[in-house]
């Protein structure tokens, strides 16, 4: 398997839920990252991962905590999440940390918060 | 900060029509410009791009030019194609990708 792979695709979670998005990308990257998109709303970048190690997070609320083991899997973990937290969330990989070329995304996590 | 700023959406074109999605940024410093495109279900995939002035992006018929003097990276195709309905998005790049909102075009035949 190739590329950046999500998984789930679509996740329906209650507000007391906790529940975790996986990331896996194949090719050799060393910088992974979070976004957020939501409706009629600009990409919204939450973390950014380095060789491992965080090095942006973009004012994110608590209830949303980013796990990245290694250079190939990123986790996003989410607990008591709100309504307003209904989105897709991309993950997207690239080599360093530079976006110079070009960032590999995920299809996506459809996230619904009832 | 930096920004992007793109045409408002939704546009909606015929068959073989000529596209024109307007984009201009807004940086400090000297970045690299790209397109995206997000397909229905899908993540974005990287269309074209360009890393100094004047340089012009192309794929798949698509075409773009880094515009110093107008801080423009408009998106042009001259005959645009139902498979070519999605969302397309402008985002520049110094020390982090920044997007613009979005456009969202379709094709109908």
């Known amino acids: 398997e190739t590329g950046v792979t999500q998984t789930p695709r679509h996740l329906v979670m209650g507000m007391t839920n906790k529940k975790s998005l996986k990331c896996e990308q194949h090719l050799g990257h060393n910088a992974m990252y979070w976004y957020k998109q939501s409706a009629k709303k600009p990409l919204e970048l939450m973390f950014v991962y380095n060789f491992k190690e965080q090095t942006e997070n973009n004012s994110v609320p608590s209830r949303f905590s980013p796990e990245c083991p290694n250079s190939s899997h990123l986790f996003l973990h989410l607990h008591t999440l709100q309504p307003e937290d209904s989105a897709l969330y991309l993950c997207a990989s690239s080599q360093g940390d530079r976006p110079t070329p070009g960032y590999t995304f995920g299809s996506g996590t459809r996230l619904t918060v009832v | 900060g930096d920004s992007v700023t793109q045409m408002e959406g939704p546009v909606t074109l015929s068959e073989e029509a000529f596209l024109t999605i307007n984009c201009t940024y807004t940086a400090t410093g000297y970045p690299s410009l790209f397109w995206y495109v997000q397909y229905p279900g899908e993540g974005l995939q990287l269309l074209l791009k360009?890393?100094?002035?004047?340089d012009k992006g192309s794929n798949k018929g698509f075409e773009a030019t880094y515009r110093k003097e107008t801080t423009s990276f408009h998106l042009e195709k001259g005959s645009v194609q139902v498979s070519d309905s999605a969302v397309y998005f402008c985002?520049?790049?110094?020390?982090?990708?920044?997007f613009g909102q979005g456009t969202r075009l379709t094709i109908n035949p």
């Open positions: 985002a520049l790049s110094e020390s982090k990708l920044v």
């Open positions: 360009a890393t100094k002035a004047d």
